[in-house]
Nanobody, 121 residues
């Protein structure tokens, strides 16, 4: 079992940066891939980024490529999403998930409760 807790969300202005954290409890975090998804009001939850358990592979949604960076520190049982040059369209609840590597919700077995990111124009 893995429990995930996101933090680091908030209200920022257009062009600002935020770093989200996803802290896990349980003893299998280091063996699982981690992903970030987001859900804007009235929309479906969308894939943002993923990283393998050993940090060797990454993938990003086209909408965040070159602005967001996913990383992890297995010694701290924590994954991160560095978000730079934020835009109003990045406003959403951001969720981290742990499981197999992929860009589909069904690839992931464990989910956090989400953290709100709001970007004002």
């Amino acid at each position: 079992q893995v429990q995930l807790v996101e933090s680091g969300g908030g209200l920022v202005q257009n062009g600002a940066s935020l770093r989200l954290s996803c802290t896990a409890s349980g003893d299998t975090f280091s063996t699982r891939s981690v992903a970030w998804f987001r859900q804007a009001p009235g929309k479906e939850r969308d894939f943002v980024a993923a990283i393998t358990s050993n940090s060797w592979r990454f993938m990003y949604a086209d909408s965040v490529k070159d602005r967001f960076t996913i990383s992890r520190d297995n010694d701290k049982n924590t994954a991160y999403l560095q978000m730079d040059n934020l835009k109003p369209e990045d406003t959403a609840v951001y969720y981290c998930a742990a499981g197999a590597y992929g860009n589909r919700e069904s690839d992931y077995d464990y989910w956090g409760q989400g953290t709100q990111v709001t970007v004002s124009s």
